[in-house]
């Protein structure tokens, strides 16, 4: 049973050893913020933190992940205030959302590496496909994070954690509440 730290806490999958890291993290942990994209690896979706580095989860088994510190997009900030969760959300670098957790992974790893990225670094280091196409606004994202990470800036763009899904969606006419009495159900 390969065993791991997943977001800080030691965990034990009782899998085979040679599942693919992404399909342990959605099927077994449900961490489903790590996306299947391609499963070849050259997408990005799958980017998660191992020992720090951003690797595609798709192409890491579990045995290559045993021992190892893995971080995915949930567990890189819980309330949202990783630099380049909050600079992603700012210079609206988000269409789809598809992609954006392997993005902000990436750009995570490489803003810890170094916080003052040139946009050709950005470019090497955030391979990651997007179909809504907002490379150019994901290099300003991410040099922005480096600011904030270096704290020549400040930044709150990211929506207050912490609110109840159920009055989220008191705001959002398409999502309300309805009980199955309400909708012709028993």
Known sequence: MPALTLNDRPVQFEMDAQTPLLWALRDAANLTGTKYGCGVGDCGACMV???GEALRSCLVTLAEAEGRFVTTIEGLSRDRSHPVQQAMVAEQAIQCGFCT??????AAALIARNPSPSEEEIVAAVPNLCRCG???????????????????????AAPAPGI??????LA?????????????GE
């Open 172 to 184: 959002v006419p398409a999502m309300s509440r309805t009980t199955a009495a309400e909708a012709g």
């Open 164 to 169: 109840d899904p159920a009055d989220a969606a």
């Open 101 to 106: 957790p392997g993005i902000v992974i990436a």
């Open 49 to 51: 933190l191992i020992d």
């Open 134 to 156: 907002v490379y150019p606004r994901l290099v300003a994202a991410i040099q922005r994070a480096g600011r904030v990470a270096r704290r020549r800036e400040r930044l709150d």
